[in-house]
């Protein structure tokens, strides 16, 4: 299994936006002989196809040769994760420092994501209809970001507050650059102070017009995501861990991947969903609330021999089985209060069947049947997969949603089913190895369903 990490790390480190995602997962499709379904006219059993969304949402078929009526086996994941947005207008300077102002995205703690290097990813699409991609920070020549913090010092009032004030999130603005300020003679100008104070943001932008050929209004159109600089690491003196940014979900969206890609559909058509915007509530054309999914296995029923009809595509969904491939709070030994130990995951403990999600009285869960559930556990020990069932907390501590209610909507089996992560939203996460691989050999199993 050490090349399944391997290429797990690397996934992590090319793939810290959706789009960036989506790239990695057409070319390892397209090496496994998955073709974009507008290629085809008709499909047959055996036939791989996928079917993209806005660059940012994928689903991955491969056709099985039963009646599709009879439903699909899906895993269902997300490549969103966490992070800081540039807003639409986002270059300002301020007294010699010129910043790139943010909107944070999904649940984060802001106080952790200051100080930090970070890098920009995405893209900036021009009005005359270019697009210019941008990532910067990654490589070790790169300039990295930064968010700062107040010194120890001069903290007496910051360290009063509690941990959502003590960083707001206006003031989560990434310096972008800064220029030594000038000498100041007595007879300037008013005017001439003022231009001297911006003139750190007409170098910034002289030099983005230099080497991208933008200007500050393309900024109006532009999608950058400010994440972690740097890569995936092992962690601990025995290499027992995976430090990285992203792996809410992307540790579950990879081993999904990789076991449809290693897997061959029998009866069943065999289905890998790969979603965007779970981490601010499934929204948008790209995210699982939408009619994504739904419409991609409309194009798919279209070109199989009977033919696209209303109520084979309701049939399809609703007798399908599906794994919520989403991660799980590990059990955290110097947090051990926020736990039932009893009912909590744990690193190293496998792949971790989550009942129901949602917070406190079952809110927003997705409740999955115990005949689904027994049917999965036959599964597991049928191909000696180490797996544990498990919650994400206390029942009043708070919670958490997945995409599983989503789909549970038609009438399909769901069940969440993930990795354990320590720090979850964190901008460095923690998970082991051996439940990246127990992760991946669990969902091939799921897919012989």
Request: with cysteine; aromatic share 8%.
């Amino acid at each position: 299994m050490d090349g399944l990490i391997l290429n797990y790390k690397n996934f992590l480190d090319k793939g810290k936006t959706e789009r960036e995602c989506v790239v990695q997962i057409i070319q390892k499709a397209k090496e496994a002989g998955y073709k974009d379904v507008n290629e085809y006219k008709t499909l047959k059993a055996g036939d791989k196809v996928y079917v993209q969304k806005m660059n940012k949402a994928i689903a991955l078929f491969e056709i099985g040769s039963g009646n599709i009526e009879d439903g699909l086996n899906i895993l269902g994941a997300h490549i969103d994760s966490p992070r800081l947005d540039a807003k639409q207008n986002p270059l300002y300077e301020k007294d010699f420092i010129t910043y790139l102002n943010t909107h944070y995205y999904g649940g984060i703690k802001k106080y952790q994501w200051v100080t930090l290097p970070l890098a920009i990813h995405g893209i900036v699409c021009k009005a005359d209809g270019t697009t210019v991609q941008i990532n910067i920070g990654e490589e070790p020549n790169d300039p990295v970001f930064c968010i700062s913090d107040i010194l120890p010092h001069l903290a007496q009032e910051q360290m009063k507050k509690s941990g959502s004030e003590i960083i707001k999130g206006e003031d989560l603005d990434v310096i972008f650059g800064s220029i030594s300020p000038s000498k100041k003679e007595e007879n300037d100008s008013d005017e001439k102070k003022k231009e001297d104070k911006a003139t750190s943001k007409k170098i910034i932008l002289s030099l983005l017009k230099e080497k991208y050929n933008i200007q500050e209004s393309d900024f109006e159109s532009a999608e950058l995501e400010i994440v972690p600089a740097g890569n995936a690491r092992d962690c601990g003196f025995d290499r027992t861990l995976i430090l990285g940014y992203g792996q809410d979900d992307r540790s579950c969206a990879f081993t999904s991947l990789q076991a449809l890609l290693d897997s061959k559909a029998t009866a069943r058509t065999n289905c890998c969903l790969c979603v965007d915007k779970e981490e601010i509530g499934s929204v948008g054309a790209t995210g699982m609330g939408s009619h994504m999914f739904e419409n991609a296995l409309a194009e798919i029923i279209a070109r199989l021999p009977n033919g696209y009809s209303d109520l084979t595509l309701r049939r399809a969904l609703a007798n399908s089985n599906m794994l919520s491939s989403d991660v799980n709070a590990a059990y955290d030994p110097l947090n051990s209060s926020l736990y039932d130990k009893d009912n909590a995951s744990f690193l190293g403990g496998g792949l971790v069947f989550n009942k129901y999600t949602g917070s406190r009285g079952k809110s927003g869960a997705s409740d999955a049947n115990p005949e689904f559930i027994a049917k999965l556990r036959g599964c597991m020990n049928a191909n000696n997969i180490k797996y544990q069932m498990a919650e994400l907390g206390k029942v009043d501590q708070g919670g958490g949603g997945t995409i599983a209610y989503l789909a549970a909507k038609y009438g399909m089996n769901v069940l969440d089913a993930g990795v354990p992560v320590l720090s979850m939203h964190a901008p460095w996460e923690l998970t082991a190895k051996k439940d990246i691989e127990q992760a991946y050999l669990g969902y091939k199993a799921f897919l012989t369903l």
